[in-house]
Nanobody
Framework: QVQLVESGGALVQPGRSLRLSCAAS????????VAWYRQAPGTERELVAN???????NYADSVKGRFTVSRDNQKKLSHLQMNNLKPEDTATYYC??????????????WGKGTLVIVSS
């Protein structure tokens, strides 16, 4: 059974940092592209960052220079390091993994999300 479990969400003040984690199980992590999405109340889910294997990364313009996505294939983990947080970063953050090969190619899995609130 595939599971993606996010952690690390919290209430933080503007300008502070936070690191989110995504722990995967039930998948061959190395063949999955990992992506972080977020969704604020009343808005559509948007892509924040993704990382393929080998580690090519892509970021939304709104987070470039502030957020860094990484992965540890051995531990089946991905992290989203978020620096200089802004109130507009407030959202539920979701980890997603999509198979890039094999019988499940194109299949995307989702975690349940972790809430980040940036407020003074």
């Amino acid at each position: 059974q595939v599971q993606l479990v996010e952690s690390g969400g919290a209430l933080v003040q503007p300008g502070r940092s936070l690191r989110l984690s995504c722990a995967a199980s039930g998948i061959g992590f190395m063949i999955y592209e990992v992506a972080w999405y977020r969704q604020a109340p009343g808005t559509e889910r948007e892509l924040v960052a993704n990382i393929s294997n080998p580690e090519t990364t892509n970021y939304a313009d709104s987070v470039k220079g502030r957020f860094t996505v990484s992965r540890d294939n051995q531990k089946k983990l991905s992290h989203l390091q978020m620096n200089n947080l802004k109130p507009e970063d407030t959202a539920t953050y979701y980890c997603s993994a999509m198979s890039t090969m094999g019988p499940d190619v194109g299949m995307r899995y989702w975690g349940k999300g972790t809430l980040v609130i940036v407020s003074s």
